[in-house]
């Protein structure tokens, strides 16, 4: 059993909070604020118990360079707005420096205060000891509330838990028991659902599902990489050409499973990712070479809705197209619709992304669970222990 904030005193301490704040953006302007809205419970617990709270997390991925869109001013405001009280937000571009342990020193009992992306030093996804020192020099206790960033060992998450007492946040811990319950003994039929955009983070999950779920449903531009493997044209599709063996070993190792790997079987295809650009519908083995996939076509729409029919238990990540235009959100909202309508079923629904998706089709009250997580509530149903977990003090 690990630590959590119950185990703590918080009276006069500085609070160091790994957060997941990695919200959908369009520009400066997030469309989705259900990671800041799940971390509140946390803060204004430290808060009203006496401790000052200093909280991190990483946004996009700037790969160690200082990116002036992927700052987290935008989400200090909108959190200032949540809490209904300032947050100090302490922007420096090393993340962690002199002036910033001297401005955090400065923090009054009871004040909120946010700093800058830290993937914006290099050393953060090395998990550097050097940084994770430097980090924890902020505080004097350490809890991680970040669910979503739980799959990553870093040093804001994992190297920084070695310098400081630790302890899960009630996200963690309410999201672990949620998806733990539910997939241990599942309902079934076991479906689960897995698309997006971050195919080389993803695939190897799918191999491991193989064990638990009873089929497997694979859109977004996860489908590309199938469909090459087994020798089709996907033209400019987002493909990860040193994944094709996987995934035919994924196809080889479903066969043997009994598992029902379902692939779309029609695209709506387009030439560049724009709204309102020429888009044309085509059959799985018509990709044309000079277009790319955006989204399934109307015949997988019907085909995964029929595999959805009679599920008791669906997890789901990963949209089933570039959801963000109008022009490619049809599948993704289809789906959407159709585990909102399953009877008497467990439905989980994670990621940033997908999230964002459930919450823009207006389903959300119809989903079992809404998790944060998405690369992270993938890895815990393969039943894997994350780092970010396992590196919080265990209790006496
Ligand atoms: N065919 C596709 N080509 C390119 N991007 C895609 C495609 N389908 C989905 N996406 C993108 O995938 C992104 C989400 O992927 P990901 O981060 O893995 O999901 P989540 O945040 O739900 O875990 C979305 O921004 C969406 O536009
Ligand atoms: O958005 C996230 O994951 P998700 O896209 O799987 O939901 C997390 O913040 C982790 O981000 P990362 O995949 O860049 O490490
Ligand atoms: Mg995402």
Redesign the pocket.
Known sequence: MKKTLKDFDFKGKKVLIRV?F?VPLDGDKITNDDRIVKSLPTIKYIVGKGGTVILMS?L??PKGQYVESLSLGPVAKRLSELLNCEVKFIADKKVVSEEVIRAVGNLKEGDVALIENTRFVAEEEKNDDGFAKELSKLADIYVND?F??S??AHASNVGVSKYLPSALGFLVEKEVEYIQGAVENPKRPFVAIVG?A?VS??IGVIENLLTKVDKIIIVGAMAYTFLKAQGYEVGTSLVEDDKLDLARETMEKAKEEGVNLILPVDFVVAGEIKEGINKVTVDFDKMPVDLMGLDIGEKSIELIDEALQGAKTVIW?GPAGVFELSDFSKGTFAIANTIAKLKDATTIV?????VAAIKQAGIEDEISHIS?????SLELLEGKVLPGIDSIEDKE
């Not at 944060?372 to 992270?376: C, L, N, P």
């Open positions: 997941d990695n990483h996009g991925r970040a979503g960033t799959h990553r997006g971050k983070d993803k990540n994670g990621g940033g992304d997908s944060t997580g998405g690369g992270a």
